[in-house]
Antibody
Framework: QLQLQESGPGLVKPSETLSLTCTVSGGSISSSSYYWGWTRQPPGKGLEWIGS???????YYNPSLKSRVTISVDTSKNQFSLKLSSVTAADTAVYYC????????????????????WGQGTLVTVSS | QSALTQPASVSGSPGQSITISCTGT?????????VSWYQQHPGKAPKLMIYEGSKRPSGVSNRFSGSKSGNTASLTISGLQAEDEADYYC??????????FGGGTKLTVL
């Protein structure tokens, strides 16, 4: 059974960089059939897609966060990571990692079909 | 990339059917049959209920169904049960390997 687990500091100071890692177990992060992504959910609010990565290292980011986000992958450790720089209180949220199955057709090219496995989420609070 | 539009809340009685709408644009919902729906209970991670517009993952009840017309996708839950009370989110593929979520809908089972 595939499992994803987020890890990282639960408290980050304003203007600093938030760093989280997602460890994948029960499956390989190097599979060509999946992307791996990060979403977040501020307290009492909705979900927001942050970005996704393919095992090759290709990355795709939410335009609203692109200038501050870096997602990377370490296939040797079966992990992928999120860095969000210059954080403010507005970045306080539960951060989730997830798997995204992908497919290909000649009209669409490569595409993702949804988030099928999720980590349990980790609350990151931005505060001094 | 703007968030998809969902009603803030819907409600229904046990046994009834409800439908949650998810309105996007011709750049996301309207361009692809790649809307997914998620159920989220308080304090829990979201759970995939529908993918590729109308497909159900293994283990998801056939009381959940999805459809699309133009720029609007819909999730229908038939035979409402108490355990269906949760928040529901839609998500659409938006091209170039990007995704966009809806604002979420709180379902209350009366």
């Amino acid at each position: 059974q595939l499992q994803l687990q987020e890890s990282g500091p639960g408290l980050v100071k304003p203007s600093e960089t938030l760093s989280l890692t997602c460890t994948v177990s029960g499956g390989s992060i190097s599979s060509s059939s999946y992307y791996w992504g990060w979403t977040r959910q501020p307290p009492g609010k909705g979900l927001e897609w942050i970005g996704s990565i393919y095992y090759s290292g290709s990355t795709y980011y939410n335009p609203s966060l692109k200038s501050r986000v870096t997602i990377s992958v370490d296939t040797s450790k079966n992990q992928f990571s999120l860095k969000l720089s210059s954080v403010t209180a507005a970045d306080t949220a539960v951060y989730y990692c997830a798997r995204l199955p992908s497919d290909y057709d000649i009209l669409t090219g490569y595409y993702v079909t949804g988030f099928d496995y999720w980590g349990q989420g980790t609350l990151v609070t931005v505060s001094s | 990339q703007s968030a998809l539009t969902q009603p803030a809340s819907v409600s229904g009685s046990p046994g009834q059917s409800i439908t949650i709408s998810c309105t996007g644009t011709s750049s996301d919902v309207g361009s692809y049959n790649l809307v997914s729906w998620y159920q989220q209970h308080p304090g829990k991670a979201p759970k995939l209920m529908i993918y590729e517009g109308s497909k159900r993952p293994s283990g998801v009840s056939n009381r959940f169904s999805g459809s699309k017309s133009g720029n609007t996708a819909s999730l229908t839950i038939s035979g409402l049960q108490a355990e269906d009370e949760a928040d529901y989110y839609c998500c659409s593929y938006a091209g170039s390997s990007t995704s966009v979520f809806g604002g979420g809908t709180k379902l209350t089972v009366l």
